[in-house]
C-alpha cells in the first residue's frame, strides 16, 4: 500500500523579500511620520523667529520665553530627523545578522523624500543583500544571493524573530 506525500515549495528568496517589505513599509511610514513632525517643528520655529505670535495656536509659549521656545523647536526637530532615520534599523536580535546603509535624497521634483537602504548579512551566515529603494510610495525590495545562502539566513531570521 502506498501512500501519498504531500510536499510544499518553499522560496526562501521570496519569504525574505516579504519579510523585509513588510518591514520597510512600517518603516516607511514611521520615517514620513517623524519627517512630518520635524517640519512642523522647522515652520514653529521660522514663526517664532520672525515674530509671529503663536499663543493662540500654543499656548504653552506664554511660559516660556522666545530663546527657550527657538531652543525647544530646534531640539524637537532634531530629535524627530534622528528617530526619523532609526525607523529603517533592525530589532536587536537582527542587527548581529545584518549591517545597514541607510540613505536619504531629497529630490526637487518630489514631496516624498527617496530611502535607499541596504542590509548586508555577514559573510558568516551567508553573503545575502537586501536592497530597499523607495520611489514616491512604491517600495522595491530585491533580494541577492544563492538560494542556499538565501535559506540560511531565512532560518536565522526565523529562529532569531521566535527568540524575542
Known sequence: MTTSTATTEFNAREALRQHFEKNAITAFNNCIELLRQRDFYLH????IEQG?????????????????AVKIC??????????????????PSLRKIFKVSKQLIIEDYSLLPVFHVVYCADAKYGAVKLNIKSCR??????????????????ARVVMQSLTK
Open 44 to 47: 514653529a520655529l521660522s514663526k
Open 52 to 68: 509671529a505670535d503663536l499663543i493662540a495656536d500654543v499656548p504653552e509659549l506664554r511660559l516660556v520665553k522666545k530663546t527657550v
Open 74 to 91: 530646534r531640539k524637537l526637530a532634531m530629535d524627530a530627523e534622528k528617530a526619523s532615520m532609526s525607523a529603517w534599523d533592525l530589532n
Open 137 to 154: 510610495r512604491n517600495l522595491n525590495v530585491s533580494v541577492e544571493g544563492s538560494d542556499l545562502e538565501c535559506e540560511n539566513i531565512h
